[in-house]
Protein backbone atom coordinates (compact mmCIF):
# COMPACT_ATOMS: atom_id res chain seq x y z
CA UNK A 1 0.00 0.00 0.00
CA UNK A 2 1.56 3.43 -1.03
CA UNK A 3 1.86 5.60 1.87
CA UNK A 4 1.21 9.51 1.31
CA UNK A 5 2.50 11.79 4.02
CA UNK A 6 1.67 15.45 4.17
CA UNK A 7 3.02 18.11 5.92
CA UNK A 8 2.97 20.17 7.74
CA UNK A 9 -0.54 18.75 9.61
CA UNK A 10 -1.75 22.42 10.71
CA UNK A 11 -0.74 25.75 9.26
CA UNK A 12 -2.19 28.86 10.44
CA UNK A 13 -1.48 31.80 7.70
CA UNK A 14 -2.46 35.24 7.17
CA UNK A 15 -4.61 36.56 4.71
CA UNK A 16 -2.91 37.16 1.08
CA UNK A 17 -0.05 34.91 2.48
CA UNK A 18 1.22 32.13 0.27
CA UNK A 19 0.57 28.95 1.46
CA UNK A 20 2.29 25.03 0.88
CA UNK A 21 1.37 22.08 1.46
CA UNK A 22 3.74 18.98 0.60
CA UNK A 23 2.79 15.48 0.00
CA UNK A 24 5.47 12.60 -0.35
CA UNK A 25 4.42 9.15 -1.65
CA UNK A 26 6.35 6.11 -0.13
CA UNK A 27 6.91 4.89 -3.53
CA UNK A 28 6.88 7.10 -7.14
CA UNK A 29 3.16 6.81 -8.53
CA UNK A 30 4.33 9.57 -11.51
CA UNK A 31 1.61 12.06 -11.77
CA UNK A 32 -1.49 10.27 -10.14
CA UNK A 33 -2.38 12.40 -7.46
CA UNK A 34 -4.69 14.82 -6.96
CA UNK A 35 -5.57 17.22 -3.96
CA UNK A 36 -9.26 18.00 -2.62
CA UNK A 37 -10.45 20.59 -0.17
CA UNK A 38 -12.71 20.04 2.75
CA UNK A 39 -14.22 22.64 4.61
CA UNK A 40 -16.14 21.87 7.91
CA UNK A 41 -19.46 20.01 7.27
CA UNK A 42 -19.06 19.68 3.93
CA UNK A 43 -18.11 17.06 1.02
CA UNK A 44 -14.62 16.73 -0.49
CA UNK A 45 -14.10 19.43 -3.24
CA UNK A 46 -11.55 18.36 -5.85
CA UNK A 47 -8.67 21.06 -6.73
CA UNK A 48 -6.11 19.78 -8.58
CA UNK A 49 -6.02 16.66 -10.57
CA UNK A 50 -2.94 14.73 -11.88
CA UNK A 51 -0.89 16.90 -9.78
CA UNK A 52 -0.81 20.00 -11.94
CA UNK A 53 -4.08 20.14 -13.75
CA UNK A 54 -6.41 22.77 -13.08
CA UNK A 55 -9.94 22.13 -12.41
CA UNK A 56 -12.99 24.73 -13.81
CA UNK A 57 -14.02 26.63 -11.61
CA UNK A 58 -11.13 26.42 -8.88
CA UNK A 59 -9.80 29.51 -8.27
CA UNK A 60 -6.36 29.83 -9.47
CA UNK A 61 -4.51 30.79 -6.93
CA UNK A 62 -4.84 27.12 -6.46
CA UNK A 63 -2.12 25.31 -8.25
CA UNK A 64 0.06 21.69 -8.18
CA UNK A 65 3.00 20.75 -9.16
CA UNK A 66 5.64 17.46 -8.70
CA UNK A 67 6.10 14.10 -10.03
CA UNK A 68 7.32 10.80 -8.54
CA UNK A 69 7.31 10.62 -4.82
CA UNK A 70 7.07 14.70 -4.15
CA UNK A 71 4.13 16.83 -4.18
CA UNK A 72 2.88 20.30 -3.70
CA UNK A 73 0.15 22.33 -3.40
CA UNK A 74 0.49 25.75 -3.31
CA UNK A 75 -2.14 28.53 -2.51
CA UNK A 76 -1.16 31.67 -3.39
CA UNK A 77 -2.68 34.50 -1.77
CA UNK A 78 -4.72 32.96 0.79
CA UNK A 79 -8.27 34.13 1.21
CA UNK A 80 -10.94 33.28 3.97
CA UNK A 81 -12.75 31.28 2.84
CA UNK A 82 -9.74 29.10 2.14
CA UNK A 83 -10.33 27.90 5.39
CA UNK A 84 -10.34 23.67 4.90
CA UNK A 85 -8.49 20.68 5.42
CA UNK A 86 -6.40 19.61 2.52
CA UNK A 87 -5.72 16.50 1.33
CA UNK A 88 -4.03 14.43 -1.36
CA UNK A 89 -5.18 11.30 -3.00
CA UNK A 90 -3.26 8.80 -5.15
CA UNK A 91 -4.87 6.72 -7.99
CA UNK A 92 -1.80 4.97 -8.91
CA UNK A 93 -2.04 1.78 -7.62
CA UNK A 94 -4.77 -0.23 -5.24
CA UNK A 95 -5.61 0.35 -2.72
CA UNK A 96 -6.05 4.01 -3.54
CA UNK A 97 -4.83 5.90 -0.73
CA UNK A 98 -5.51 9.40 0.82
CA UNK A 99 -2.76 11.40 2.84
CA UNK A 100 -3.14 12.26 6.44
CA UNK A 101 -4.45 16.12 6.43
CA UNK A 102 -3.44 19.02 6.42
CA UNK A 103 -5.89 21.60 8.49
CA UNK A 104 -5.13 25.50 7.08
CA UNK A 105 -6.79 28.31 9.59
CA UNK A 106 -6.71 31.72 8.73
CA UNK A 107 -4.70 33.94 11.17
CA UNK B 1 -24.31 16.81 -14.83
CA UNK B 2 -23.68 13.68 -12.45
CA UNK B 3 -25.24 14.24 -9.38
CA UNK B 4 -24.58 11.59 -6.64
CA UNK B 5 -27.93 11.37 -3.97
CA UNK B 6 -27.13 9.06 -0.99
CA UNK B 7 -29.80 7.66 1.18
CA UNK B 8 -30.19 8.33 5.00
CA UNK B 9 -28.51 7.93 8.27
CA UNK B 10 -28.81 4.25 9.29
CA UNK B 11 -28.07 3.28 13.45
CA UNK B 12 -26.90 -0.44 13.33
CA UNK B 13 -25.82 -2.82 16.26
CA UNK B 14 -22.76 -4.41 16.15
CA UNK B 15 -22.61 -7.52 14.41
CA UNK B 16 -25.00 -6.32 12.07
CA UNK B 17 -24.99 -4.79 8.10
CA UNK B 18 -25.69 -1.73 6.70
CA UNK B 19 -26.21 -1.06 3.06
CA UNK B 20 -26.23 2.27 1.81
CA UNK B 21 -27.63 3.45 -1.59
CA UNK B 22 -25.98 6.04 -3.92
CA UNK B 23 -28.21 7.16 -7.07
CA UNK B 24 -26.91 8.29 -10.10
CA UNK B 25 -28.33 11.27 -12.04
CA UNK B 26 -27.51 12.67 -15.26
CA UNK B 27 -25.37 9.36 -16.15
CA UNK B 28 -25.85 6.44 -16.32
CA UNK B 29 -24.17 4.27 -13.70
CA UNK B 30 -22.50 2.03 -16.25
CA UNK B 31 -21.14 4.58 -17.67
CA UNK B 32 -19.26 5.63 -14.05
CA UNK B 33 -16.61 3.90 -11.93
CA UNK B 34 -18.24 4.61 -8.33
CA UNK B 35 -15.72 4.74 -5.34
CA UNK B 36 -16.79 4.50 -1.49
CA UNK B 37 -14.76 6.52 0.57
CA UNK B 38 -15.87 6.90 4.72
CA UNK B 39 -14.51 9.34 7.41
CA UNK B 40 -15.26 8.78 10.73
CA UNK B 41 -15.60 12.28 12.86
CA UNK B 42 -12.85 14.35 13.03
CA UNK B 43 -10.64 12.06 11.10
CA UNK B 44 -9.51 12.22 7.23
CA UNK B 45 -10.31 10.37 4.33
CA UNK B 46 -10.50 6.50 3.91
CA UNK B 47 -10.92 4.58 0.54
CA UNK B 48 -12.81 1.57 0.77
CA UNK B 49 -13.17 0.22 -2.58
CA UNK B 50 -15.07 0.81 -6.08
CA UNK B 51 -17.28 -0.97 -8.72
CA UNK B 52 -16.08 -1.08 -12.22
CA UNK B 53 -18.91 -1.14 -14.82
CA UNK B 54 -16.72 -1.66 -17.93
CA UNK B 55 -15.55 -5.07 -16.60
CA UNK B 56 -17.71 -5.73 -13.69
CA UNK B 57 -14.96 -5.93 -11.39
CA UNK B 58 -14.74 -4.76 -7.99
CA UNK B 59 -11.48 -4.00 -5.99
CA UNK B 60 -11.61 -3.79 -2.12
CA UNK B 61 -9.29 -1.81 0.26
CA UNK B 62 -7.31 -4.89 2.20
CA UNK B 63 -8.43 -3.36 5.02
CA UNK B 64 -12.34 -4.13 4.19
CA UNK B 65 -11.84 -7.29 2.46
CA UNK B 66 -14.59 -9.81 2.93
CA UNK B 67 -16.62 -7.28 4.62
CA UNK B 68 -17.70 -5.08 2.18
CA UNK B 69 -19.84 -5.76 -1.29
CA UNK B 70 -19.88 -3.18 -3.73
CA UNK B 71 -22.83 -3.51 -6.73
CA UNK B 72 -25.01 -1.62 -8.85
CA UNK B 73 -28.51 -1.73 -10.12
CA UNK B 74 -28.64 -0.91 -13.62
CA UNK B 75 -32.27 -0.40 -14.23
CA UNK B 76 -32.31 2.21 -11.37
CA UNK B 77 -28.60 3.67 -12.18
CA UNK B 78 -28.11 3.10 -8.62
CA UNK B 79 -24.96 1.62 -6.46
CA UNK B 80 -24.91 -0.06 -3.44
CA UNK B 81 -21.67 -0.18 -0.67
CA UNK B 82 -22.86 -3.07 2.08
CA UNK B 83 -20.78 -3.47 4.66
CA UNK B 84 -21.20 -6.41 7.40
CA UNK B 85 -20.09 -7.27 10.59
CA UNK B 86 -20.67 -4.17 11.65
CA UNK B 87 -18.58 -3.09 14.86
CA UNK B 88 -18.13 0.78 16.74
CA UNK B 89 -15.36 2.02 14.76
CA UNK B 90 -17.31 1.58 11.65
CA UNK B 91 -19.23 4.57 12.82
CA UNK B 92 -18.83 7.51 10.18
CA UNK B 93 -20.09 9.51 7.21
CA UNK B 94 -19.91 7.09 3.89
CA UNK B 95 -19.53 8.97 0.55
CA UNK B 96 -20.12 7.50 -3.10
CA UNK B 97 -17.69 9.36 -5.30
CA UNK B 98 -16.95 9.25 -9.25
CA UNK B 99 -13.57 8.19 -10.31
CA UNK B 100 -12.44 11.32 -10.98
CA UNK B 101 -13.19 12.73 -7.51
CA UNK B 102 -14.77 15.45 -9.40
CA UNK B 103 -18.67 14.49 -8.18
CA UNK B 104 -19.40 13.24 -4.50
CA UNK B 105 -22.71 11.95 -2.55
CA UNK B 106 -24.07 14.39 0.06
CA UNK B 107 -22.81 11.36 2.99
CA UNK B 108 -24.68 8.62 4.87
CA UNK B 109 -24.33 8.86 8.40
CA UNK B 110 -23.82 5.20 10.06
CA UNK B 111 -23.78 4.67 13.60
CA UNK B 112 -22.92 1.59 14.73
CA UNK B 113 -23.74 1.50 18.76
CA UNK B 114 -25.59 -1.41 20.94
Known amino acids: EIVLTQSPGFQSVAPKEKVTITCRASESIGSSLHWFQQKPDQTPKLLIRYASQSISGVPSRFTGSGSGTDFTLTINGLEAEDAAVYYC?????????FGGGTKVEIK | QVQLVQSGAEVKKPGASVKVSCNVY????????IHWVRQARGKGLEWMGSFDPEDGETIYAPKFQGRVTMTEDTSTDTAYMELSSLRSEDTALYYC???????WGQGTLVTVSS
Open chain 1, 89 to 97: QQSSSSPLT
Open chain 2, 97 to 103: TTEAGDR
Open chain 2, 26 to 33: GYRVTQLA
